[in-house]
């Protein structure tokens, strides 16, 4: 089956940056939209960042004009370069594919990584 295997969390200061990416198994025919989401403590999940399979991007309010996403398809890898960081961005990280197969498409998800931003 298609796995997502994400990198890229840590700990950071305030203001500073991260990069996080998240690499596709080869076992299919193509990926389509490709997404980053997180979930805090005691909040629901919420929409970072998505591109689609021909990079038209779409970000959340919150992390507009500090978060850029983009992909490299011959990795089948999409980045997430997070500039600006603030506390509020502390959460954990998942990616998200759509997975084309010959005949259907299907969602997977990346295992998570933690992202803290410190004041």
């Known amino acids: 089956q298609v796995q997502l295997v994400e990198s890229g969390g840590g700990l950071v200061q305030a203001g500073g940056s991260l990069r996080l990416s998240c690499a596709a198994s080869?076992?299919?025919?193509?990926?389509?939209?490709m997404g980053w989401y997180r979930q805090a403590p005691g909040k629901q999940r919420e929409l970072v960042a998505t591109?689609?399979?021909?990079?038209?991007?779409d970000y959340g309010d919150s992390v507009k004009g500090r978060f850029t996403i983009s992909r490299d398809d011959a990795k089948n890898t999409v980045y997430l370069q997070m500039n600006s960081l603030k506390p509020e961005d502390t959460a954990v990280y998942y990616c998200?594919?759509?997975?084309?197969?010959?005949?259907?498409?299907?969602?997977?998800w990346g295992q998570g990584t933690q992202v803290t931003v410190s004041s």
């Open positions: 998200n594919a759509e997975i084309r197969y010959i005949s259907r498409t299907q969602n997977y």
């Open positions: 080869r076992s299919f025919f193509s990926i389509g939209l």
């Open positions: 591109i689609t399979s021909g990079e038209i991007t």
